[in-house]
């Protein structure tokens, strides 16, 4: 049987996993001094990324209306929102839609780094490579948490259970704190 205690460590290692991995890959390139600034190579894939990183931002904002709009109309949508207590999945979505918007952003700029100086050129790269991968890890993240809503039992919710309904009542209120802080 699953623990449905609140447990604060594993909510914040859930939440900040994308951050800190992605920070090891770039940690580790530059440890180990790979950089592709000057390979002829590079807008190749800097188009490879902005044409994915579009296509993904452009998935979750085209289906998230569709989604908002079936939510009262739809037993299944509504199952899913209310088996998210926590609104995970809209922070989820939402994180990953604002992290493509940057990586995007990231991506044009590479476009001009022979405008640069070495230095900021070399930057440039390792902060392209943070979101780019940041933004890999959130979607994956965020298409996992979609298809464990899809796919999980619903014996809890035709028996009027949620996420949280085991928690005390001050394991909810700190969640909601905390739920209000992150907003």
Do not use: C
């Amino acid at each position: 049987m699953k623990n449905t205690r609140w447990n604060p460590v594993a909510y914040y290692l859930e939440r900040g996993y994308p951050y800190v991995l992605s920070l090891i890959v770039v940690a580790l390139l530059w440890w180990s001094k790979i950089n592709y600034i000057n390979d002829k190579h590079l807008y190749d894939a800097l188009d490879s990324v902005l044409t994915m990183t579009g296509l993904i931002v452009g998935f979750f904002g085209a289906i998230m209306p569709v989604i908002m709009g079936m939510k009262k109309e739809s037993e299944f949508v509504m199952r899913v929102f209310q088996k998210d207590t926590n609104k995970l999945f809209q922070k989820y979505i939402k994180g990953t839609v604002v992290v493509g918007l940057f990586s995007a952003t990231v991506t044009v700029f590479m476009y001009f780094n022979e405008s640069f100086q070495k230095q900021v050129r070399t930057y440039s790269f390792y902060l392209w490579i943070y979101f780019f991968f940041l933004f890999m890890i959130l979607t994956y993240r965020s298409i996992k948490y979609m298809l464990e809503l899809i796919f999980s039992d619903d014996n809890g919710i035709k028996e009027g259970k949620t996420i949280n309904s085991d928690m005390s009542e001050d394991q909810k209120q700190v969640m909601d704190e905390l739920n209000k802080s992150i907003k």
